[in-house]
């Protein structure tokens, strides 16, 4: 599915495009487990070690599972050691944040479908240039080697 499609209306229209899983991250706001992305077969990171060597690679984006909105480069990928993908930062204008109803962590959402990506924390130290940490359920996101 492209960006630029219609996207589903109805959560069960958005049963018919994820499966399952996804929709239960996506739509329902679950976690997956930690390292699900890097051990389990056919997901995302552990397709990324096998393919392309490493669960960082320097060029292309990933993109939303669910609309296919470019989200965040790969170069903002980073080892954070939390068990789930990490980015320093989103594609400008890509990631909506809200805040959590108890006030304790930040939702981020794909700006595009509304879709639960996961949490962003801040100011934890991590030397990076935001000095953010995306943490994203690798079930969300797709990878696109090139931009």
């Not at 958005?14 to 699900?36: D, I």
């Not at 690679?57 to 599972?65: I, L």
Request: hydrophobic letters at 25%; aromatic letters at 10%.
């Amino acid at each position: 599915m492209s960006a630029k499609k219609d996207l589903p209306t109805t959560e069960n229209g958005w049963r018919t495009v994820l499966n399952p899983f996804q929709f239960k991250v996506l739509r329902e706001k679950a976690t997956e487990p930690p390292r699900y992305s890097e051990t389990t077969a056919g997901e995302l990171e552990y397709e990324l070690k096998k393919k392309q060597g490493t669960k960082y690679p320097k060029e292309g984006v990933f993109n939303c599972v669910a609309c296919d909105s470019p989200l965040y480069y790969a170069k903002t990928k980073f080892d954070s050691g939390c068990g789930w993908p990490a980015f320093y930062e989103g594609v400008p204008g890509a990631i909506k944040e809200v805040s959590d109803a108890d006030g304790r962590r930040v939702e981020i959402l794909c700006n595009n479908c509304g879709s639960h990506l996961g949490h962003v924390f801040k100011n934890e130290g991590f030397p990076t240039p935001t000095n953010e940490r995306h943490c994203v359920n690798g079930i969300c996101l797709k990878y696109e080697p090139t931009v």
